[in-house]
Antibody, heavy 123, light 107 residues
Framework: EEQLLESGGGLVQPGGSLRLSCAAS????????MSWVRQAPGKGLEWVSG????????YYADSVKGRFTISRDNSKNTLYLQMNSLRAEDTAVYYC????????????????WGQGTLVTVSS | DIQMTQSPSSLSASVGDRVTITCRAS??????LNWYQQKPGKAPQLLIY???SLQSGVPSRFSGSGSGTDFTLTISSLQPEDFATYYC?????????FGQGTKLEIK
């Protein structure tokens, strides 16, 4: 069974940093692009960042470009999101999600998703 | 960025009803359109990918259609477990964008 387990969320002050991790199991991690998607309290879904299976290509939403960095360690089957210069509007549940099929990034959607980790940016 | 607009934003229906949710893209996205179901406090789950392909394990009462800019998700006969929020998402170009969601409630 394919599984994703996020960790690293918590309360951080504006301007602070946080690193999220997503441990993957049940599939060949390096064969699949991965993404981070967030959901602010009571709001809809917002794609944040994506990375190819090799890690050689990365993609970001404009709202986080220059502040967040996505990376992966295929030897550890783990995806990361380094979040710097955090703002109140970054408060959300952050999900990691696997590309449904290998190949063209995100072409067939995201599945499965992790259970999410809550990031709260507040003083 | 490609904007995705769902309608309606909310919908009340009864068990056994046929329900259709629409999603419109601000430009053509070919068939790169996916549908998700999300229940309160849970992660989204993929229902339909590339507009009309049923994800493995998803009941056949769910179906999708469309191409270009206009797409639909249809639930042929609502079951109690289908009351949830549904999102469309384009995977044609980054940034991948989602619709605002359609909340399906029990009448």
């Amino acid at each position: 069974e394919e599984q994703l387990l996020e960790s690293g969320g918590g309360l951080v002050q504006p301007g602070g940093s946080l690193r999220l991790s997503c441990a993957a199991s049940g599939f060949t991690f390096s064969s699949y692009a991965m993404s981070w998607v967030r959901q602010a309290p009571g709001k809809g879904l917002e794609w944040v960042s994506g990375i190819s299976g090799s890690g050689g290509s990365t993609y970001y939403a404009d709202s986080v470009k220059g502040r967040f960095t996505i990376s992966r360690d295929n030897s550890k089957n783990t995806l990361y999101l380094q979040m710097n210069s955090l703002r109140a509007e970054d408060t959300a549940v952050y999900y990691c999600a696997k590309d449904n099929v290998p190949g063209i990034a995100a072409a067939a959607g995201f599945e499965p998703w992790g259970q999410g980790t809550l990031v709260t940016v507040s003083s | 960025d490609i904007q995705m607009t769902q309608s309606p934003s909310s919908l009340s229906a009864s068990v056994g009803d046929r329900v259709t949710i629409t999603c419109r893209a601000s430009q053509s996205i070919s068939s790169y359109l996916n549908w998700y179901q999300q229940k309160p406090g849970k992660a989204p789950q993929l229902l339909i990918y590339t507009a009309s392909s049923l994800q493995s394990g998803v009941p056949s009462r769910f179906s999708g259609s469309g191409s270009g800019t206009d797409f639909t998700l249809t639930i042929s006969s609502l079951q109690p477990e289908d009351f949830a929020t549904y999102y469309c998402q384009q995977s044609y170009s980054t940034p991948w964008t989602f619709g605002q969601g359609t909340k399906l409630e029990i009448k």
